[in-house]
C-alpha cells in the first residue's frame, strides 16, 4: 500500500507540472487538524540485551502554512506532534509495553493545486521530513534508559479541500515519509545497545483551513 502511495504520488506530480493554472491562489492558506501516524516497522534484535523496538501509531495534531509562489505551486511548512506507545520484544519474553515518546515531524514541501471549479481542490506535495522524537517515559524494569534520534527523509503527500463556505474548507491529507532512526538502549555501567528502526510513517490529517 506504501509504495502504491508513493508511485501515485509521483506520478499526479510529474502529471499536473504539465498542466497550464489558469485561476490561481495569491493569499497563504492555513491547515490544522488531528493527526494520526502509523509507522511501519520493527528494528532488529540488539547485539547486548537482545530488544528490539517497535512504535505504535500515534495520535496528536498538526498545523501547515502553504504560501503561494509561481502558478499553481506553493510552499508549505509543517509542524505536528503525536504520542506514542513504544513496544519492545527480547529473545525470552513476548512483546511488551517499553514506554511511551512523542513525536514532532517538521516539513517542508512543494505542493501544486491546480485552481478547479466546484468545492473540491486536490493537492499533491513533495518535500522532506524531520523528525524528532522527545520525552520519552519508560515503563518496564529496565535499568537504564531509552533514546531516539531525529532523522530526515523525503516525504509525498495527497491531500483534499472541500469548500465549506467564506473562507473556510474541510481539509483531508495524507503523507508517507521514508526515514529510518537509531534506537539507544542504555543499560547500567554505561552500556549501550544501538538499533536501526525504520519507522516510514504513513500519516492521515482529519482537519480544517482557512484562505487568507
Same mark, same amino acid.
Given at each position: 500500500?506504501?509504495?502504491?502511495?508513493?508511485?501515485?504520488?509521483?506520478?499526479?506530480?510529474?502529471?499536473?507540472?504539465?498542466?497550464?493554472?489558469?485561476?490561481?491562489?495569491?493569499?497563504?492558506?492555513?491547515?490544522?487538524?488531528?493527526?494520526?501516524?502509523s509507522?511501519?516497522?520493527?528494528?532488529?534484535?540488539?547485539?547486548?540485551?537482545?530488544?528490539?523496538?517497535?512504535?505504535? *501509531? !500515534?495520535?496528536?495534531? %498538526? &498545523?501547515?502554512?502553504?504560501y503561494?509562489?509561481?502558478?499553481? /505551486?506553493? =510552499?508549505? $511548512?509543517?509542524?505536528?506532534?503525536?504520542?506514542h506507545k513504544?513496544?519492545?520484544?527480547?529473545?525470552?519474553?513476548?512483546?511488551?509495553?517499553?514506554?511511551?515518546?512523542?513525536?514532532?515531524?517538521?516539513?517542508?514541501?512543494?505542493?501544486?493545486?491546480?485552481?478547479?471549479?466546484?468545492?473540491?481542490?486536490?493537492?499533491?506535495?513533495?518535500?522532506?521530513?524531520?523528525?524528532?522524537f522527545?520525552?520519552?517515559?519508560?515503563? *518496564? !524494569?529496565?535499568?537504564? %534508559? &531509552?533514546?531516539?534520534s531525529?532523522?530526515f527523509?523525503?516525504? /509525498?503527500? =495527497?491531500? $483534499?479541500?472541500?469548500?465549506?463556505?467564506?473562507?473556510?474548507?474541510?481539509?483531508?491529507?495524507?503523507?508517507?515519509?521514508?526515514?529510518?532512526?537509531d534506537?539507544?538502549?542504555?543499560?547500567?555501567?554505561?552500556?549501550?545497545?544501538?538499533?536501526?528502526?525504520?519507522?516510514?510513517p504513513l500519516?492521515?490529517?482529519?482537519g480544517?483551513?482557512?484562505?487568507?
Amino acid at each position: 500500500m506504501r509504495k502504491s502511495f508513493l508511485i501515485l504520488a509521483l506520478i499526479v506530480v510529474v502529471l499536473g507540472s504539465t498542466i497550464p493554472a489558469s485561476a490561481q491562489y495569491t493569499s497563504p492558506i492555513l491547515r490544522a487538524g488531528i493527526i494520526g501516524i502509523s509507522p511501519d516497522g520493527t528494528s532488529p534484535h540488539g547485539d547486548t540485551f537482545g530488544v528490539r523496538v517497535e512504535l505504535d *501509531t !500515534g495520535i496528536g495534531a %498538526d &498545523v501547515a502554512v502553504s504560501y503561494p509562489l509561481r502558478g499553481a /505551486f506553493s =510552499l508549505d $511548512l509543517g509542524l505536528g506532534v503525536a504520542y506514542h506507545k513504544v513496544k519492545g520484544e527480547d529473545l525470552v519474553s513476548p512483546t511488551y509495553d517499553l514506554g511511551k515518546v512523542w513525536s514532532a515531524p517538521l516539513s517542508l514541501l512543494i505542493q501544486w493545486q491546480p485552481t478547479l471549479y466546484g468545492k473540491w481542490h486536490p493537492y499533491v506535495g513533495v518535500g522532506g521530513t524531520y523528525t524528532a522524537f522527545f520525552a520519552f517515559k519508560i515503563e *518496564t !524494569g529496565l535499568p537504564g %534508559d &531509552v533514546d531516539f534520534s531525529g532523522a530526515f527523509g523525503p516525504t /509525498f503527500q =495527497l491531500g $483534499l479541500d472541500i469548500d465549506a463556505g467564506l473562507k473556510w474548507f474541510v481539509n483531508f491529507d495524507v503523507r508517507y515519509t521514508s526515514v529510518e532512526v537509531d534506537v539507544d538502549i542504555k543499560g547500567p555501567d554505561d552500556v549501550n545497545d544501538r538499533v536501526k528502526l525504520p519507522v516510514n510513517p504513513l500519516t492521515a490529517r482529519v482537519g480544517f483551513g482557512y484562505r487568507f
